[in-house]
């Protein structure tokens, strides 16, 4: 998931959008309560833009098109069938951060479930759950709409977060507001306090070694991004800090980090995002945009830059 924490420090834009994926009901039931980044991505947006497809095909995490291959092994057309995908990163005592993805869609589960008791993929129980294994992971039918699926050791915490054997999101507070003010755009994510820091050490490049950043980063309380692609591409990026005084200094500190990528990089296309970014900050909150066209934006995908802060 690093991944995408680390996308915003380079595209750095907003979105109303046309399409927009909120977090349902048994997703959120799911997600245990120590997650450090939730991304919820609109199949139906990828589909009509040629440019949310290259970004999927460029950051999202290699077990997605294991996934994506294993559900249409079992009859389900991920173009048609899916409707939402949404990964949530979340920190375990033992196992150190896992990860859970959610499908929502229409996916006829009784004949998904017909197809795999005729191919003998025989299911391991769980509580009162029956985990089918498919490749490396395992999934679940949370509901007839709604599809868990992940490594097992990450599939079955979130089966306890939502049977009542670990705290659940609805636990936190402090993610749980910024999902509920960031769930819109074709591409929407929250980072926790932790997540936000190492996103923005990323973003600001030498201009983290600065004092101010060392007082700053502690006072960061979140962050929630929102990507739309309706026309071209526009990206919003809201931190959340302690006051507004913070706000101002790290303000301060992200337009000095923008000027010197844009001083370092030789790479026009490079230059063209970072000019196109905009940094300020409103009451407790850093605000950054970014806007460009299609053939501006998928020609950055492509840059150095781009495959240097998505590693």
Known sequence: MRRFELVVALLLATGSSAFAAPLATAARSVIPKDVQQIITVDYRALKASPTALALKDRVL?????????SLKALGVDPDKDVESLT???FRTSKQGVQVIGIAQGMFAAKQVLQRMNAKK?????????????????????????????????????????????????SSNSAITDLVNSADQGSVWSVLDATGTQNMLKSALGDASQLGDYDVVKKRLLGSRYAMDFTNGVEFDLNVVT?????????????????MYRRM???TPSEKVALESVTVGSDSDRLQVHFKADDSKFQSLLQSDLFAAVSK
């Open 242 to 258: 302690s006051d507004a005084v913070t706000a101002t200094m790290l303000s301060s500190l992200v337009k000095a980090g923008m």
């Open 87 to 89: 990964f949530a990163a």
């Open 121 to 169: 993929i025989k299911p391991t129980k769980y509580h009162d759950s029956w985990l089918y294994p498919v490749g490396s992971m395992q999934l679940n039918f949370l509901d007839e709409f709604t599809i868990a699926f992940g490594e097992a050791s990450a599939l079955q915490a979130a089966l306890d977060a939502r049977d009542g054997y670990a705290e659940s999101l």
């Open 264 to 266: 370092t990089t030789s």
């Open 61 to 69: 995490p290699p077990n997605l098109k294991e996934f994506e291959k």
